[in-house]
């Protein structure tokens, strides 16, 4: 079954304490992205990769780290969180850029005390 | 600048009455992709809908159907004879395929939908 997982689900931490979202796609494709969702804001995009080692900022970016080392994986890091990154997370993959179907993760939701 | 608006935050309706979500998109790309995704009570985000900019065709899956309209900028949703199940927050979203594309996703805000039995 196509699938992008995203681990873990629900996540309660403090504040500083690092921490890393795994996601995995088993389409073999070359885009994924980070999302976060918010009340009123809709999602916004955190960052995005268009391939292995390749990695960019999308439109809220700060206070998070991504990594591209394999195709199928793209985790999101937040090596300090704060409060206000307390939030959903989704991540997603898609086989052409902004043109295809987006396949999104199950979410997670982060709350940092 | 791109940019996606639902001006419907919330729709409440009862069961089999029909419900429009309005979504407006600004873009000054000449090639762009709209979507529609649901989002029920579980909260993952299922795909309904894309269509690209130069499909203007009208759309029916079921019980539902997509009015895009490139002169008023707009791409809106019905449900015909709503049931419970479709009470969800739905986004429209616009990814833009001119130069520079990122492959970003725009969402609007979402529109918060209940259907009462």
């Known amino acids: 079954e196509a699938q992008v997982t995203q681990n873990p689900r629900y996540l309660i931490t403090v504040t500083g304490k690092k921490l890393t979202v795994t996601c995995s796609q088993n389409?073999?494709?070359?885009?994924m992205s980070w999302y976060r969702q918010d009340p009123g804001l809709g999602l916004r995009q955190i960052y995005y990769?268009?391939?292995?080692?390749?990695?960019d900022k999308g439109d809220v970016p700060e206070g998070y780290k991504v990594s591209r080392k394999e195709k199928r994986n793209f985790p999101l890091i937040l090596e300090s969180p704060s409060p206000n990154q307390t939030s959903l997370y989704f991540c997603?993959?898609?086989?052409?850029?902004?043109?295809?179907?987006?396949?999104f993760g199950q979410g997670t939701r982060l709350t940092v005390v | 600048a791109q940019k996606v608006t639902q001006a419907q935050t919330e729709i409440s309706v009862v069961e089999k009455e029909d419900v429009t979500l309005d979504c407006v998109y600004e873009?000054?790309?000449?090639?762009?992709?709209l979507f529609w995704y649901k989002q029920p009570p579980s909260g993952e985000l299922v795909f309904l809908i894309r269509?690209?900019?130069?499909?203007?065709q009208n759309e029916i899956s079921g019980r539902y159907s997509w009015n895009f309209q490139k002169s008023t900028s707009s791409f809106n949703f019905t449900i015909t004879a709503s049931q419970v199940v479709d009470s969800a927050v739905y986004f429209c979203?616009?990814?833009?395929?001119?130069?520079?594309?990122?492959?970003?996703?725009?969402f609007g805000q979402g529109t918060t939908l209940q259907v009462k039995p």
């Open positions: 990769s268009m391939n292995v080692e390749v990695t």
């Open positions: 269509r690209n900019s130069f499909d203007e």
């Open positions: 979203a616009l990814s833009e395929a001119d130069s520079g594309n990122t492959g970003k996703l725009i």
């Open positions: 389409m073999n494709h070359e885009y």
């Open positions: 873009t000054r790309d000449t090639t762009y992709y």
């Open positions: 997603a993959s898609s086989l052409y850029r902004g043109l295809s179907e987006a396949f």
